[in-house]
Nanobody, 126 residues
Framework: QVQLVESGGGSVQAGDSLRLSCAAS????????MAWFRQAPGKEREFVAS????????NLADSVKGRFTISRDNAKSTVYLHMNSLKPEDTAVYYC???????????????????WGQGTQVTVSS
């Protein structure tokens, strides 16, 4: 059974940085395509970033390009979301997601991911 556990959320001021981590267990991490989604109150869960294996192709939502980056450490079975220049509109619960990599590097639909973490809250105040 694949388990994903997020950490690193918190309350920050606009302009600050945070790094979210997602530790995976129970599967072959290097075979996964990993992603981050977020869900703000009253809104749909939306794609934020993804990273494939083994080429480490990355995709970012337009709303976070230039501010967020995604990385992974296969030796630690962990994926990271590096968030800089945070804005109040980044406030949301951030979820880690995984799917076995099929060769497609652009996968942004939540329904396409098989495994999910419990989420970590990020709150950005102005």
């Amino acid at each position: 059974q694949v388990q994903l556990v997020e950490s690193g959320g918190g309350s920050v001021q606009a302009g600050d940085s945070l790094r979210l981590s997602c530790a995976a267990s129970g599967g072959t991490f290097s075979a996964f395509m990993m992603a981050w989604f977020r869900q703000a109150p009253g809104k749909e869960r939306e794609f934020v970033a993804s990273i494939t294996r083994p080429e480490f192709d990355r995709n970012l939502a337009d709303s976070v390009k230039g501010r967020f980056t995604i990385s992974r450490d296969n030796a630690k079975s962990t994926v990271y979301l590096h968030m800089n220049s945070l804005k109040p509109e980044d406030t949301a619960v951030y979820y880690c997601a995984a799917r076995y990599y099929s060769g497609t590097s652009y996968v942004v639909r939540r329904e396409s991911y098989d495994y999910w973490g419990q989420g970590t809250q990020v709150t950005v105040s102005s």
